[in-house]
């Protein structure tokens, strides 16, 4: 079977103590008016489960880039990557969006929340996509909304809510469906200094209590260090 199509499979291969992640020899290039601009140069990597990885790296280096191939938003341009031990880019549409919905969290750097949306709608939306009935949606979405503490804001839209709280919201949107993985593109890059420190510690608890896998690209070194793991992207390369 090369492409994986039953949750079971899925908690079975995470049960044990096999990477989440694994690259080899991921290279990345992109065409940009006729020049080759070669940004990722073989990337080996595992993220297993529980594991906090900070990736760092001067701006354009390709910490972006490298963030969208982990979440299969972006396919490589040569190596292999898996998530669970399946090539994830070599699964079908089906399986990928399932991949994309159920098992990864993303949270960027601007919260992309959906302005005429509320907090709990806004969190409920991958329940929604992955057809679970309405009411398990926003039984879910209410749980997860207290846990990153905005259990009194639910109802408020996301331009009602402050960058912080916005950035909660879209923490809680990526933990509806208790996702293995988490990767954060610079979370806290939008916010000031003491409510990216309140994200950060949130991003950490999470880690910690509930075992989530965290992949965060930063340039807050506070924040890097605080990880369990930290690589620096140079040149293409990991130092
Ligand atoms: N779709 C694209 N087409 C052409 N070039 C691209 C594309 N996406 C990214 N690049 C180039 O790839 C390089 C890496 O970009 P990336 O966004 O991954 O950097 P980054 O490390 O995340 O930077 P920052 O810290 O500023 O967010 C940059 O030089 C960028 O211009
Ligand atoms: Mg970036």
Same mark, same amino acid.
């Given at each position: ?34 020049? !080759? ?10 993220? +297993? ?39 994830? +880019? ?24 959906? %302005? ?6 806004? !969190? ?7 057809? +679970? %009935? ?83 690209? !930063? ?21």
């Amino acid at each position: 079977m090369s492409e994986w199509s039953d949750e079971s499979n899925l908690k079975v291969e995470a049960a044990s103590h096999s990477p989440i992640l694994t690259f080899d020899g991921v290279s990345k290039s992109f065409m940009h008016l006729g020049d !080759t601009i070669e940004v990722l140069k073989g990337i080996d990597l595992e993220i +297993y489960p529980a594991d906090s990885l900070a990736v760092t790296g001067a701006s354009g280096v390709g910490k972006s880039t490298l963030l969208n191939i982990m979440g299969s938003l972006d396919a490589p341009t040569g190596g292999t990557v898996k998530f669970n031990g399946f090539d994830v +880019y070599k699964m079908g549409q089906r399986s990928l969006s399932r991949l994309r919905n159920r098992e990864i969290g993303f949270v960027f750097q601007f919260h992309h929340l959906l %302005p005429e949306l509320n907090a709990l709608e806004n !969190t409920m939306m991958p329940a929604l996509i992955a057809r +679970y %009935p309405r009411k398990r949606a926003v039984q879910l979405a209410e749980n997860v909304l207290c846990s990153v503490g905005l259990e009194k804001r639910m109802s408020h839209r996301a331009g009602e809510l402050s960058g912080g709280e916005q950035q909660r919201v879209a923490i809680a949107r990526a933990l509806i469906m208790n996702p293995r993985l988490i990767l954060g593109d610079e979370p806290t890059g939008n916010l000031d200094w003491a409510t990216g420190e309140e994200i950060a510690e949130l991003l950490f608890h999470l880690n910690e209590e509930a075992g989530v896998a965290m992949v965060i690209a !930063t340039h807050n070194q506070k924040l890097a260090e605080k990880m369990s793991k930290r690589m620096e992207l140079i040149d293409g390369r990991i130092r």
